[in-house]
């Protein structure tokens, strides 16, 4: 960790950690704007989490949780009003607002510049601004890509290096003159004269801004997950699906497991599924049928690119899991559980008498003692949950007892099917493979998915999320679906690898609104049957929105449903599917011209297998 008063701030080589020029004057530049009164270049060494947690912890804004249950973790509650993505104040700031996209906010760049220098303006008085040098994706890897977040909150740099490749090394790897991506971050609250620091700095005011063309990005307001960590969505989804949409490849919204069978053939699959509505279940499943064994390369983006033997290659940008701690537990996740056992920082959950944590799910009733998340006694009678429901844990991946050997390997794993979902009480069966690549991207184009705590729109509600890239896709949505239309005719593809696409859906509600799928390790029996279809093994049947499993085709063996339920898990009501295509067409023509003509016959397609059924 290096110190640099301000007033000896000679941002010359001497006393920096790097010779890089432009990152030099990038730095001093901002510095300049925010006037920290200290500039501070992180190593990401275990002496600066060390000296960091212990000046959050007398700062009140980390609890050190009891040694002897979790070592080395810390609890942290937010400000109440700064507990997820804020979507309203996120923008892609495109020189043009049509590359932005009827899906995101856009603001003229020029006056946004213009907002930013006012708002960062001296904004970290009184402050450390960190200078966190990161890389998404293994170190050495050419698909990796460097960025750099500058930022004035230390609960921001703890959870960079848990949750990126961050410090020095990246800062070897960058070497003099390497690209990287500009990160600014800020809490908003300035320590003026006379203001006294909270537990949670943060600002009413939120501005979660991306510039695409600069790939750059700056963050007020928030300290939360995907506002404040900039390495995640941020860069590894809304500035690298720019890049990859340049470059032709893939930055996508996917879990990466591997799945080996019995005789110990193995596939890689990825998934995407909207925010909190199960990526790190499924990538971290412990497989309810006998000789089956799934292991983790990834829970949340991913990466993919052709390799050279035309196979779909994919690789976790992260170093970490950023995940839903209500509904973990060990029933439903147990590795997750296990993961968690030290080294993490949770935030928003309760906390127990014994300064451990606690939430809804982990136990079937919650110990006497709690303090919920608001850090108010909790009182079980209240009817209110005592952690928040998009309460997080951030903790190393190769902690994760899953975890694939080759979940940091720098070529990436081969992709053999690619899943997508959402939650659907209704019409969606269980699994549904494509008929070809355009039909899957027709699919994943018209995922909807009702509404989670993981964002602001309302629970339950359903709202499109494409690819589950909603909030993450950094350009115009429609060009992003015939980027994906591209890469499935690409000449770096060889067709007879390229990954099956899936749609899935664990979420199933029967009259009583109760899940008719028992899900989480009995999604294994559909992987298998995955597995099965891509190995030429396993029957479909035809219907009018792809191909379903036969019956017997799907392995439900020790499961007690009933036939009813089967049936509606595995069934296609013609009449509703044609509600469903009708809603399909008029969300695709509010696109106009900019839909591809590929989806557009799709859009036809499905119409007519629906009309002859
Ligand atoms: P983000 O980190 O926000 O991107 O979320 P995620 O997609 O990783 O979701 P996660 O796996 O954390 O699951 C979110 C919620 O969905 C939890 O409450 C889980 O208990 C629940 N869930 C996950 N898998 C299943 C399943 O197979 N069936 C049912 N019924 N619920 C599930
Ligand atoms: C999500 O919302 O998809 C997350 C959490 O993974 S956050 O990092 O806050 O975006
Ligand atoms: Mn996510």
Known sequence: MLMQPADERNIAVEGTPTRHRALLDWVEQVAARVRPDAVLWCDGSDAEWNELSDKLVEAGTLVALNPALRPNSFYARSDPRDVARVESRTFIC???????????????PGEMRERLDGLFSGTMEGRTMYVVPFCMGPLGSDKSIIGVEITDSPYVVLSMKIMTRMGAPVLEMLGDDGFFIRCVHSVGMPLSEGVQDVAWPSNDEKWIVHFPETREIWSYGSGYGGNALLGKKCVALRIASVMARD?????????????????????????????????????MLEPTIPGWKAETVGDDIAWMRFGKDGRLYAINPEAGFFGVAPGTGPSTNKNAI???????IFTNTALTADGDVWWEGLTKTPPEGLTDWTGQPYDPASGKPAAHPNARFAVPAAQC??????????EGVPISAILFGGRRASAVPLVTEALDWDHGVYMAANIASEGTAAAENKVGELRRDPFAMLPFCGY??????????????????????????????WFRKDSNGKFVWPGFGDNARVLKWIAERIEGKADAETTPIGLLPTKGS????????????????????????????????????????????????????????????
């Open 94 to 108: 495109s020189d043009s607002e049509n590359d932005a996209g009827p899906t995101n906010n856009w603001a003229e």
């Open 247 to 283: 470059d032709g490849w893939l930055a996508e919204h996917m879990l990466i497991l591997k799945l080996t069978n019995p005789e110990g053939a193995s596939h890689y699959v990825a998934a995407a599924f909207p925010s909190a509505c199960g990526k790190t279940n499924l990538a």
């Open 338 to 344: 296990d993961t968690l056992s030290g080294n993490t």
């Open 401 to 410: 007892p899953a975890i694939a050997d080759e979940w940091d390997s720098p």
């Open 476 to 505: 115009h949505i429609a060009d992003y679906f015939n980027h994906w239309i591209r890469i499935g005719a690409s000449a770096a593809s060889d067709p007879s690898v390229l990954p099956k696409l899936f749609l899935v859906n």
């Open 554 to 613: 799907l392995d439900l063996s020790g499961l007690s449903l009933t036939p009813e339920q089967t049936d509606m898990l595995l069934s296609v009501d013609t009449e509703i599917w044609a509600g469903e295509a009708e809603r399909n067409g008029a969300y695709f023509n509010s696109f106009g011209d900019r839909l591809p003509p590929a989806l557009k016959r799709q859009q036809a397609a499905l119409e007519q297998r629906i009309a002859e059924a």
